[in-house]
């Protein structure tokens, strides 16, 4: 493992090559963000990125439906940075002269902050290679729907966007964080969530002869409360493996036991390898809990996306990229979010990080992510081009002098 924070004062290279581009980048998001489109429909958005990248001479490759990759230098792939570039089902309330045209719904997790950032280290690259040729290949994808489950990063990968990709890097808005600063982690930054249900069936009855019925009231209450106490004896509890129950429906009458029962929750988990078997194991013991009572059980457990974990060494690169394009203190750690993020599919074979972006105005206010009054303070798109046109950079460099001499 290098070291990569210990390098003399930072030079930031990315800058000047960027400055004059900011303006026609902030009008590109401020569009986006106007004409924003549901998972799998962004075909707009994929029009104006492959307009705007032909012009500069680039040859980006149309997914299926929509999305984009583009490669930007030549020789070998060094990393893969990736842009979803979806938006929300919500109405948007931030009043904002380029506020969505379309009604119901608007880009309230930042995705055209995503896809502007992502579209500038495109241009930015291509530029650089034009003045002088790059020693390696940074593929740009743009991805679409990541907004639904398990996410459009799996149909990218199925049409073989990591080809040849040794690693890959993202960025995601974070309100919390103050504009000019990064959110990085090494390990787990997103969560796990699946969803359960489990419909139990059986003969049903008079109270006063439970024997002579399949008792499922009794079998419910038993799947609620013992599944998640195996699960808490079976599973690390560092993973944060949690069941927890939302829904519980059985019977009409005090003394009548139902013929059909149903109860639905959540499995939330901190930990990639956990999630898999904690998944496993859940629908076993559900079933073997159930067994007993003689009732029939259908389980449906549908799973969400893994946790996104960072690599140690693709951290470190982004940190160091931060450091130089932002300053000293333009790193800060983020805390792991419980909500999911479909980068992870992209992370199932290969090291790779995500960062937070700081979108906050320092001493503005303060917003979420899905709310339909989310402003971001658009310095934050520069930031994010500089910071990831860096960090595909270093890795170039990487290519250049190996792994075991570089400098960074
Ligand atoms: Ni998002």
Not at 81 to 94: F, K, N, V, Y
Not at 120 to 144: K, W
Not at 190 to 203: C, F, M, P, Q, Y
Not at 338 to 355: I, K, N, Q, R, T
Request: glycine share 10%; charged share 20%; proline share 6%.
């Amino acid at each position: 493992m290098r070291n990569y924070t210990t390098e003399t004062e930072p030079t930031p290279v990315v800058g000047p090559w960027l400055d004059d581009l900011l303006p026609e980048l902030i009008e590109f998001r401020r569009d986006l963000h106007a004409h924003p489109e549901l998972s799998f429909q962004e075909f707009r958005t994929t029009d104006k990125l492959c307009e705007r990248l032909e012009a500069v001479g680039l040859k980006p490759r149309r997914l299926e439906g929509t999305g984009l990759i583009v490669d930007v230098g030549q020789g070998p792939i060094a990393t893969a940075i990736r842009g979803d570039i979806d938006a929300l089902p919500i109405i948007e309330e931030t009043g904002l002269p380029f506020a969505s045209k379309i009604h119901g719904v608007t880009h309230a997790c930042g995705h055209d902050i995503h896809t502007t950032a992502v579209l500038g280290v495109a241009l930015v690259l291509q530029r650089m290679h034009q003045e002088e040729p790059l020693s390696g290949t940074v593929r740009i994808i743009f991805q679409p729907a990541e907004e639904t489950m398990p996410g459009g990063a799996l149909s990218c990968i199925e049409q073989g966007v990591l080809e040849g990709v040794p690693r890959i890097m993202a960025l995601h808005c974070d309100p919390r964080i103050n504009v000019g600063q990064v959110g990085t982690r090494i390990g787990a930054i997103t969560s796990a969530s699946d969803t359960i249900k489990v419909e139990l069936t059986g003969r049903g009855g008079h109270t006063s002869r439970p024997h002579l019925t399949e008792e499922l009231v009794f079998a419910l209450a038993q799947i609620a409360v013992n599944v998640p106490a195996v699960l808490s004896r079976r599973v690390d509890v560092r993973s944060g493996v949690s069941v927890v129950w939302g829904q519980i429906h059985a019977g009409s009458a005090p003394n009548a036991i139902p013929a059909t029962g149903f109860m639905a929750g959540t499995m939330r988990c901190l930990d990639r390898d956990a999630w898999q078997s904690a998944g496993d194991l859940l629908d076993d013991v559900v079933k073997e809990i159930a067994a007993p009572y003689g009732v029939t059980v259908h389980l449906e457990h549908v799973r969400g996306v893994p946790p996104v974990v960072n690599s140690e060494e693709e951290t470190a690169i982004i940190e160091a990229a931060a450091r130089a394009e932002l300053g000293r203190h333009a790193v800060v750690l983020t805390p792991q979010s419980m909500g999911g993020e479909d980068f992870a599919w992209f992370l199932a074979d290969l090291p790779g990080a995500m960062m937070r972006l700081g979108t906050r105005t320092p001493g503005g206010e303060e917003y979420d992510l899905h709310r339909g009054d989310y402003i971001v303070d658009e310095r934050a798109l520069g930031c994010g081009v500089r910071v990831l046109t860096a960090a595909a950079l270093r890795t170039i460099r990487d290519l250049d002098e190996g792994p075991e001499n570089a400098n960074i």
